[in-house]
């Protein structure tokens, strides 16, 4: 199984959702992330993003941002993103029906989620990140599991 997360910069909630997916399965599951944008390729996630996922017990310093192509389509089984937003734009990138049946909303996969988008935590306070870390963890949990039971 191969997996990408996809957010905006892929600094903040893909870092996230990679990392957490990562400590939550085994090596036989490829984990990435990128952003829909190009403007942060090459650096650390954000300072906030590396410092909540250390506080979980999760090392996501080494991950370097870089912008979602249409080679990923190729690459990947299963492309979650985080928003509406970056729903469209990776969906504007699809060659065909088959890669777009591959994109889905994250929190989809959370049954009686309130929210049904990870809220992009850059322009806000440290507690931001925390409330998304908790979003993101659930899912994964749940994306985890499916793995686990070869349900995909």
């Not at 979003?135 to 994964?140: E, P, R, T, V």
Request: proline fraction near 4%.
């Amino acid at each position: 199984m191969k997996i990408v997360m996809v957010c905006l910069g892929n600094i903040c909630r893909s870092p996230l959702a990679e990392g957490i997916l990562r400590s939550k399965t085994d090596a036989s599951v490829t984990i990435d992330s990128a952003g829909t944008g190009a403007w942060h390729a090459g650096q650390q996630p954000d300072k906030r993003s590396i410092e909540i996922a250390r506080r979980k017990g999760i090392d996501i310093s080494t991950q370097r941002a870089r912008q979602f192509t249409v080679q990923d389509y190729s690459d990947f089984d299963l492309i979650y993103v985080m928003d509406r937003s970056n729903y469209a734009n990776v969906l504007e990138l699809a060659p065909d029906e088959k890669a777009r049946q591959k994109v889905k909303l994250i929190l989809e996969e959370v049954q009686n989620s309130p929210v049904s988008e990870v809220p992009d935590p850059y322009y806000g306070e440290n507690d931001g990140f925390s409330h998304v870390f908790e979003l993101l963890d659930n899912a994964c949990t749940v994306i985890a599991e499916r793995i686990k039971q070869n349900a995909y």
